[in-house]
């Protein structure tokens, strides 16, 4: 396994999570919504009548709009994810902002402080940092 690589990576927390699942399960947060094991900072604010789960890592700082589906994905430190945006296998960087209505799936990966605007879709985008996305990615690409 290579957790420098988006799958590996999230191979990787899957396998974190298990573990915790099994010697400390107090670490795994749970509460309405939430399936599987996953991890959600203290800090991290989680809207009404989101679906997270299974497999999720949520960061300090983060903000989770009303309506979110997460699902194997890391969600890193101040990122903030519009109303009913659904994210699947995907790594979103440190202080990225993710618009309504998106949705990221098939090993998204997003780099620090990347926009994506409403109603968006990025299928197995890698977004280098600082950039803006105003247009749907259909297929996988690189945006430098």
Do not use: F
Not at 2 to 15: A, E, I, N, R, S
Not at 39 to 45: F, G, I
Not at 55 to 81: K, Y
């Amino acid at each position: 396994m290579d957790v420098g690589q988006p799958k590996d990576y999230l191979k990787g927390l899957t396998l974190h999570l298990d573990s915790l699942n099994i010697h400390n399960p107090k670490a795994l947060y749970n509460a309405e919504g939430v399936v599987g094991n996953v991890m959600v900072a203290p800090t991290a604010k989680i809207g009404h009548g989101c679906k997270i789960g299974p497999d999720v890592s949520i960061s300090e700082g983060c903000v989770i709009g009303d309506g979110v589906r997460l699902s194997n994905c890391v969600v890193m430190r101040g990122v903030e994810v519009g109303h009913h945006t659904k994210i699947d296998k995907t790594i979103v960087g440190w202080d990225s902002r993710i618009g309504s209505w998106c949705r990221l799936e098939s090993h998204c990966v997003l780099g620090e402080d990347v926009q994506v605007k409403n109603e968006l879709y990025l299928n197995g985008a890698v977004v280098l940092p600082h950039k803006e996305i105003k247009d749907s990615v259909q297929s996988p690409n690189i945006i430098l």
